[in-house]
């Protein structure tokens, strides 16, 4: 039986942050939505964002999106 390649077995997620982090030009990926949001959130903080709004928030889990295999 053949190993299945972990991005067949698992779908990914992407979110660029352009336009939604000031400054940010980075393209977050992860296996699932909630960690593409953690990981916006730190990419946020290490850019100085000091509060993160409900509509910054709701940005993230707006434009996340699943990449098709």
């Known amino acids: 039986m053949m190993k299945k390649n972990i991005r067949e077995a698992y779908p990914m997620y992407e979110l ?14 992860a296996e699932s939505r909630a960690e593409v949001v953690r990981r916006a959130v730190v990419q946020a903080k290490q ?6 709004s409900p509509t910054m928030l709701d940005a993230f889990r ?3 999106r699943e990449l098709v295999n």
């Not at 660029?16 to 990926?29: K, Q, T, V, Y």
């Not at 850019?47 to 993160?52: A, N, P």
């Open 16 to 29: 660029d942050c352009a336009g939604i982090i000031p400054g940010c030009e980075r393209i977050i990926l």
């Open 47 to 52: 850019l100085g964002v000091e509060r993160i």
């Open 62 to 64: 707006q434009k996340t």
